[in-house]
């Protein structure tokens, strides 16, 4: 189990560099395809920690949806191989370093704190008890976010709308 | 034979979220940009699957909140995509480019 843990957190890790670095092409298909892999190996992390709903639900939205949109999106737009730009030296570090320090200040964290007593618990994400909790404590929240989702259905529909489509409406308002 | 706690899930996580952040900070590509913040939002993730994973038995709440959180924020992400793609495709339209250093028309 614990060799598990290892392989999928490195292969995260690794695979999550590759999204931002991507030194094979300059091609952002590449860096969604990385996004998959990232995708994978967390949804093995979530199978370690006993989330199996979760892991499934990772896979179906993620590597089944979102990636599917960005690469639609990237196909649409027809993007040629992106030319490398002027590497902005001072901002690249600059960058860099601030993500560090963050980085450091949140491992330094973590290893700092006092996390009890190794709790082993086995808390397991039974589908049947997610499902009952979402559907009694959490049912507003459920509701609410269905909301969400109604709502930016229809702010995509309206965004990439041609833009001549509000013309007629405007003359049927001045004819009335 | 010292077992996998909290803390190594949490560190995962902790430089997940950073690796995203540099993303988002060095890459000028708008897609790019948005993949890098679909990994900041993995790494949240990743970190609340772990706390409730780890949680000890408490009178109120169940372990498994954590998780529906998890649920929310992937549904939540969901939508997100869609629409900040909705954007791009918006703005690629008007402008031809997804380079964040030519969006310069709102500097004064």
Known sequence: M??????????????????????????????????????????????????????????????????????????????????????????????AAAVAGLAWILVTTVMNSRTGERSVANNTGETKELGELLFTNYVLPFEIVSLLLLVAMVGCILLSRPEQAPEPIETEEETE | MTGVGLEHYLVVSAALF??????????????????????????????????SHFQPPT????????QIMVFFIITVAAAEVAVGLALIVALYRKRQTTDVADLTSMKL
Do not use: W
């Open chain 2, 18 to 51: 950073c690796l995203g952040l540099l993303g988002v900070v060095i890459r000028r590509n708008l897609i790019v940009m948005y993949m890098s913040l679909e990994l900041m939002l993995n790494a949240a993730t990743l970190a609340l699957v772990a706390f």
């Open chain 1, 2 to 95: 614990e060799i598990l843990f290892y392989i999928f957190s490195a292969l995260t890790l690794l695979c999550g560099a590759l999204v931002v670095f991507n030194p094979f092409s300059r091609n952002p298909v590449t860096s969604a395809m990385f996004l998959v892999l990232t995708i994978i190996c967390m949804s093995g992390l979530f199978v370690l920690l006993k989330a199996f709903f979760l892991a499934a639900v990772q896979i179906l939205v993620y590597a089944g949806a979102v990636i599917v949109l960005f690469l639609f999106v990237i196909m649409l737009m027809n993007i040629k191989e992106e030319e490398r730009q002027r590497f902005r030296k001072f901002g690249t570090f600059l960058g």
């Open chain 2, 59 to 66: 009178p109120h709440g169940s372990p498994l909140d954590g």
